[in-house]
């Protein structure tokens, strides 16, 4: 069976914003006590999100801010078949975020 990738959200610490590099992406931020990391995984989100938060070697924002995973964002979302199907599939989930006033990293 192909390996699926999955969608998922993480809400992050609004702390989130003082950190020049998630403020310069996100010029437009409306919400400032909402911001999301938006990722891509072919473990299940849960997976995901506990390697974030023991790894020192993933992704910081998640990892130093990330609170919870947000599933009513990303529920109905089909796994993709493949990364760069899922990668493209997170951007526009982050585009749209990010047009509603959020702040999101997403990479």
């Not at 992406?25 to 989100?45: E, I, Q, W």
């Not at 599933?71 to 089909?78: M, S």
């Not at 526009?92 to 990010?98: H, I, N, P, T, Y």
């Amino acid at each position: 069976m192909a390996e699926a990738f999955r969608i998922y959200v993480v809400e992050l610490n609004g702390d989130v914003c003082s950190v020049p590099k998630f403020r310069r992406v996100n010029p437009d931020m409306k919400h400032a006590h909402r911001c999301f990391y938006v990722g891509s995984t072919a473990l299940t989100p849960e997976e995901r999100f506990a390697r974030h938060k023991a790894d020192q070697r993933i992704t910081a924002f998640p990892r130093d801010f990330g609170i919870c995973l947000r599933p009513d964002l990303y529920e109905g979302i089909r796994p993709r078949n493949t990364r760069a199907k899922a990668v493209e599939r997170e951007r526009r989930l982050a585009d749209v975020l990010r047009a509603k006033g959020y702040g999101v990293w997403q990479k």
